[in-house]
């Protein structure tokens, strides 16, 4: 049986790796250089390559094109502690196996390469892949080394051939439309435009000619031709957020686009060409939507091609350092002022908090501490209000753990209002209970925050805009 051949300039890794390998009674070889293993190459080939991105001689991604040229169907693995999402996207682009970010669990390691090896054989019967997509990329702001992160960073880089649609979930400021540019960077319609549109920031009797466009004189207003989004994006990628709270007519309508492929503007007569890549994402849950017969099922079903899911930032507290960090330097050059940096002790108690607000309220408060801290140094008692009392701390409890304790029987009470609401045979029972339920859901939530729309919009669990939405829609505002 052929060799893992290894490659890495750090002899610890190298000892840790060889001492695994002797256990698992695989066959392996060592290389410091990746000159030695170009070298190497002249008398034998390995079964699978596990390469570090990084060495003195000649990195890893240039030993990747070269074996991929050579012999395409080789399986190779990068390996690197700068766990960035460009290392990833690159290696995947240059026909990696795997990446592998340092540190990781030895035991995982030793079951991808023994995956690896199995599927050679295999692999080896390939035509060669090809390396004409590479160039360089622009950075992105996605910051992790979390586990989390890096399997978006994967994900990523997996789906920088692909033009299938793709659908973002998460909390309100997960930074789905950061990962949406991402996808939209690294794929193969970089070159062409990104488009973002907010489907619940457009009154509903004007989204449908955002998205298509419309011919002149379609309707009242309508003086000149107007090109949607769609026409907007052409060639490149369609961002459609909050698709939770998109109408169903325009849900009908999307539907028909992503299906055929086609679409008219409105008042138009010619179908034109959908051609772009489209990216969903939404806070909500699709699946519960459907349920509730609010989301079209068959729409989820085309939405859901690929599937990530962001998580919230309480999940990702190793980022909180490196996400500050970043925060603070972009906010003093934004500002022109001094850079802020946070002591220990400051770090410890941002690191407590739950973040509600997730990605979007770290980079609010850093904005927030180059303005109002006093000196170069960040300390405890230079945070917020809320970080010094414990504000904003969950309690674990859902809403449905409240209700069902809640004085008097909430649920139950509910229950005799809907049977009298159908004994009467009242028009609409559905549509009015949502209204009132909507209307004492939101003037509470702004009651209890003294009218202050974003921190009303976090504790719900909604998007800013779905509130501002909401609130015009019930006549709140």
């Not at 973040?355 to 000196?375: H, I, K």
């Not at 139950?412 to 045979?425: C, F, K, S, T």
Request: glycine content about 6%; some cysteine; aromatic content about 8%.
């Amino acid at each position: 049986m052929r060799q893992i051949w290894v490659v890495d300039d750090d002899r610890s890794i190298r000892w840790v790796l060889e001492k695994a390998l002797t256990r698992a009674q695989m066959p392996f070889r060592l290389f410091e250089s990746a000159a030695d293993v170009v070298k190497a190459f002249e008398r034998d080939t390995p079964s699978v390559l596990l390469s570090d991105i990084r060495m003195h001689d000649m990195s890893g991604l240039d030993l990747l094109a070269f074996v991929k040229n050579k012999y395409p169907g080789l399986p190779v693995i990068i390996m690197t502690a700068f766990s960035d999402l460009d290392s990833a996207v690159s290696a995947f682009q240059g026909g990696a196996y795997e990446y592998l970010a340092k540190p990781f669990d030895i035991n995982s390691a030793i079951d991808l390469l023994r995956r690896a090896r199995e599927e050679s054989a295999v692999a080896e019967s390939t035509d060669a892949s090809e390396l004409d997509e590479k160039g360089e990329v622009r950075r992105t702001e996605i910051i992790g080394q979390s586990r989390a992160m890096q399997e978006v960073f994967r994900a990523i880089g997996r789906l920088s051939h692909s033009h299938v649609t793709v659908l973002l979930t998460g909390e309100s400021g997960t930074g789905k439309e950061v990962v949406a540019r991402a996808l939209h960077q690294h794929s193969l319609r970089s070159r062409a435009p990104f488009v973002a549109i907010n489907t619940a920031a457009i009154p509903r009797e004007l989204l449908e000619s955002e998205l298509f466009g419309h011919e002149r004189g379609a309707f009242t207003g309508a003086n000149q031709l107007q090109y949607g989004r769609f026409e907007q994006a052409k060639g490149g990628t369609l961002f459609l957020d909050e698709i939770g709270d998109m109408p169903a007519d325009l849900q009908t309508r999307l539907l028909r686009v992503l299906s055929d492929g086609y679409f008219y503007r409105v008042g138009g007569t010619q179908s034109i060409k959908a051609d772009v890549r489209v990216i969903a994402a939404t806070n909500q849950n699709l699946e519960e939507r459907v349920r509730q017969g609010l989301f079209r099922e068959d729409l989820y079903h085309r939405l859901n091609v690929i599937h990530l899911q962001l998580p919230p930032l309480r999940e990702r507290t190793e980022d909180i350092e490196a996400l500050a960090d970043h925060f603070l330097s972009a906010a003093a050059s934004n500002l022109k002022t001094e850079r802020k940096r946070l002591t220990p002790e400051a770090l410890q108690v941002i690191r407590r908090f739950p973040f509600p607000g997730n990605v979007r309220q770290l980079e609010n408060l850093c904005n927030w501490l180059t303005v109002m801290a006093p000196s170069q140094w960040i300390r405890p008692d230079d945070l917020p209000f809320e970080f010094k009392t414990g504000n904003g701390q969950t309690s674990g409890e859902t809403a449905s753990d409240v209700m069902a304790t809640g004085a008097g029987g909430w649920t139950d009470q509910l229950a005799e209002v809907v049977r009298e609401l159908l004994n009467r045979g009242t028009p609409k029972t559905m549509e009015e209970l949502n209204r009132v339920f909507e209307t004492t859901v939101y003037k509470t939530a702004l009651a209890f925050t003294h009218g202050k729309k974003i921190e009303a919009a976090q504790k719900l669990g909604v998007g800013r805009n779905t509130l501002t939405r909401k609130l015009q829609e019930l006549g709140l505002r």
